[in-house]
């Protein structure tokens, strides 16, 4: 199969994508691809597990697989993966490099490929979705990912073909990793089903997904607010 059509492709659609002369959108891209950003969205997350779970040892043994996520998903991308296939982030690319929107010098280490960003915020995503079992939670953070994925093509530090490697590689790392944990849990207590409205299948409280919801609105209107300040 001839790659370079679709190299060629990849880099006209990131061209095409990438940046834009709003100054309200570059903030936004900015405080959304922080990963401090994000802080209360993960301690939302363990606040559930916390509360859900019947001792330490379930707890941590949660907390342990959405760990192993983040190594499997990004360490392992940035660590072997990038260096191995070498391919230059956009901002970095001698061909393109020159043609992409910057903002705020912000160009990203050397190699690209493919996006830990989306493989990591995926991951999490695909994990805590079949964990919990919340429409709502699930169709959340999968669009907190994609809305990563989003800007790390804006900002111009990734190709869309990095997006959609990282993308499907998170979601094979989650899948696998919340089978691990349906494995391990079976052997120690039997599944229940919960069918009670107040929990999820799984048998998270409604009421404390709600409180991710809450967090992640709430993270939004704190980004939007930072980037209105770039512009007053």
Known sequence: MELEPIIQFDKQLLLMLNGSDSLFLDGLAMVLTTAATWIPLYVSLFYVVLKN??????????????????????????????????RFRPTHDPEIGMMVDVVDGYRGGKYGFFS??????????VFFSLLIRS???SVSLVLWSLVNCWT????????????LCGLLWGGIVGSLVYLMYLRM?????????????????????????????LVLALTLVYASVRACLVLA
């Open 53 to 86: 779970n019947e001792n330490v040892r379930q707890i941590l043994f949660v907390v342990c697989c959405a760990a192993l996520c983040v190594l499997l998903a990004g360490t392992v991308d940035d660590t072997i993966v990038k260096p191995m296939v070498a």
């Open 116 to 125: 830990a960003h989306a493989a990591n915020t995926f991951s999490i995503a």
């Open 135 to 137: 429409r709502v939670l």
């Open 152 to 163: 790390r093509i804006y900002l111009g530090v990734h190709y869309p073909g990095d997006i």
């Open 185 to 213: 849990k079976s052997r120690s207590k039997t599944a229940q089903k919960f069918v009670s409205t107040q929990y999820t299948a799984t048998g998270y409280q409604h009421s404390d997904v709600n409180i991710v919801m």
